[in-house]
């Protein structure tokens, strides 16, 4: 069956900043995605009401368009050797791994000044030349990772949404001869760890809640808008925040007297204060492939929920700005993938 008639992403990361995003680039590598995915252009087009003295709003040559701006979302799977650069586009840029190979990189969901790093995405198939499009400056505004209840027999692999912001969609071929980044590997809901405990223990220094993590999806914000300005262009120059980035949590934990403890209990607690814990959640893959996800939870409620007969803690909350990630949570990718 010929590759045309699926949905192709490509990737290519853009010389620019979220401040300056620059030219669309050429893409070097393929990126895999679980579904079609749709390229949107708005150019808030509009007739203006003109009222004179006949019953039809709309005049002849009256329309015109505004700014424009363009949107996708992503579905795909957490593979350790591609989640980087969606990560580049959400979380932090400019990131440089450390190691020999393997290589680690981290990245913090940052609270201070953006790096963030814009990408061209091209998309769609070559049926007719006017099929592919791209999408020019792209960053992610919203982020959910994670994965579903488990139950046996059953795969469960990480996915990810990802809720692409761009500054324009253009009609534009696809970079011919690339190929996908060689051994992608899906992170596995079922080889998922919790390790959690107070807010003052090192990240590296919690205690495995073993035996109990069902699922857990994160859902990062970071509250992206375009910035326009008056010019000879119907486009937008950078990026901005409308508002501070925050996350929320999901998390299905069986019923133990340390999940007892440690979130129905701080949570149901006579205090007044909001109870916080420290989270890793650390997933292996082959060798020495790790990906972990590191965060600092406000636990906000604990109903019960059912999972294939059991019952188990439904934990739910928002992040908080913890003070050693110097943001509210991080990520970080052991890997064989050397520079992006």
């Known amino acids: 069956m010929s590759e045309n008639v699926f949905n192709l992403i490509q990737f290519g990361r853009q010389a620019g900043t979220f401040a300056a995003p620059g030219s669309a680039v050429a893409a070097t590598f393929k990126y895999p995605v679980e ?78 000044a953006p790096t963030l790093i814009p990408y061209t995405i091209q998309g769609g198939n070559n049926d007719v030349a006017e099929a592919p499009r791209r999408l020019r400056s792209a960053l992610i505004d919203q982020l959910t990772i994670g994965f579903a209840a ?122 007044g204060s909001l109870g916080e814990r420290r989270w890793r959640i650390q997933a292996a893959g082959t060798g020495t492939k790790m990906f972990t996800i590191d965060l600092r939870a406000g636990i906000m409620a604990v109903p019960d929920d059912e999972v294939d007969g059991e019952r188990v803690f439904k934990v739910t909350g928002e992040l908080v700005d913890d003070s050693t990630l110097n943001a509210p949570w991080q990520a970080t990718v052991v890997n064989s993938i050397s520079a992006l």
């Open 35 to 112: 579904a079609a995915v749709n390229f949107d252009l708005d150019r808030a087009s509009t007739f203006p009401k003109q009222d004179v003295g006949r019953n039809v709003r709309n005049r002849a040559g009256s329309g015109f368009h505004g700014l424009r701006a363009a949107s996708a979302t992503l579905p795909a799977h957490v593979r350790f050797e591609d989640i980087m650069d969606i990560l580049e586009m959400h979380a932090a840029g400019s990131v440089t791994p450390t190691g020999g190979g393997p290589y680690t990189w981290v990245y913090p969901c940052e609270g201070g």
């Open 150 to 271: 488990l139950t046996a027999p059953g795969a469960y692999p990480w996915t990810l949404s990802a809720e692409v912001v761009a500054l324009d969609r253009e009609i534009s071929a696809l970079t011919a001869s690339l190929a996908p980044r060689t051994g992608l590997e899906t992170v596995q809901g079922h080889l998922s760890r919790l390790y959690e405990g107070v807010t003052g223990t090192a990240f590296a220094s919690l205690a495995e809640l073993a035996g109990s993590l069902k699922s857990f999806t994160l859902t990062s914000t970071r509250a992206l808008a375009r910035r326009a300005y008056g010019s000879a262009s119907d486009l937008a120059t950078s990026f901005g925040f409308t508002d501070q980035s925050n996350a929320t949590f999901e998390a299905l934990v069986g019923i133990s007297a340390t999940a007892k403890t440690d979130f129905h209990d701080i949570w149901n607690s006579a205090g």
